[in-house]
Structures are given as structure tokens and as C-alpha cells.
């Protein structure tokens, strides 16, 4: 009788079938601070048995700025199958952001599945006319005339 080895391989995608490595890097790109954007993560099993998924979690950097909804996914995911999960960017200060995504699992090399995940908090733009629709320049200063 023939020896058959029977294990889990990890693959994630971001966007759909589109690999990321383990070790690689996602970005959000440019959020205004008080806004928030989500990317959804495909979890595959391209192994022969069962791939336990332990935890999905962010660790190091501004992990208050990136957030895991889990909820919905398939703790063991079976050979050939996927699953699915999702992170939202919500910035709270402006500059560059980044954390890590780490996917806990039980395939033999890549038990612990890292991500960089990088955004950028903005402030928004205002524009102040006053009259006539000219523009106050950011500090600037409008002669409003004589008050009697």
C-alpha cells in the first residue's frame, strides 16, 4: 500500500485570487481620520487535510487603527476549501499607519501567517469664502469694516 502524506497548506488572497505571500504586505492606501474602509481576506486550504485556523489578530504598530471581523468563518477549513474574514481601517491620528495581521493555523511551515498591513490617516481639506466666494486663506484674516 502506497504512503500518503496528508497535510494543511495555508494560501491567503487579497483580493480574490490574488496570493500574498507569508511575509507580505497589504495596503489601504489614504483615510480621512472618523473614516473607516474594509478589505476581505480569502483563506484558502490548497492541502490534503484539514486546516485548523487557531486566530486571526493585528500585533505591533497602531493596531488600534486596524480591527478583525472574524466572525462568520470557518475555524477548520477543509482540503480544496476556503474561508473568509475581513479588516477595517479606521485611522485615528494622521501619518502612516501599520500593524501586523497574523493568521494562526496549523500548516507545518507557515504556522503563524504574517501580513503587513499599512495605511495612511489624513486630515480633510476645509475651505472657508467669505464673501463673494474669495477665499480665506488658513489663517488668514477678513476685514469685516467699521462697526458702528
Known sequence: M?????????AVE??????????GSQGFGSM??????????????????????SSVSVTGGNTG???????????????????SFSVTFSPVATGS???????SNNDGDEATFDIALTGTGTAPEIEVRQPSFSIIADGGIKNFGTVA
Open 2 to 10: 502506497p504512503f500518503i502524506i496528508v497535510f494543511p497548506e495555508i
Open 14 to 23: 487579497q483580493p480574490l485570487n490574488s496570493d500574498i505571500p507569508d511575509g
Open 32 to 53: 480621512n481620520v472618523g473614516t473607516s474602509s474594509s478589505l476581505t481576506f480569502v483563506v484558502k486550504n490548497t492541502g490534503t487535510a484539514p486546516l485548523d485556523i
Open 65 to 83: 487603527d486596524f480591527s478583525v471581523n472574524s466572525g462568520g468563518m470557518i475555524p477548520s477549513v477543509p482540503a480544496g476549501q476556503s474561508t
Open 97 to 103: 499607519r501599520s500593524t501586523t495581521l497574523q493568521i
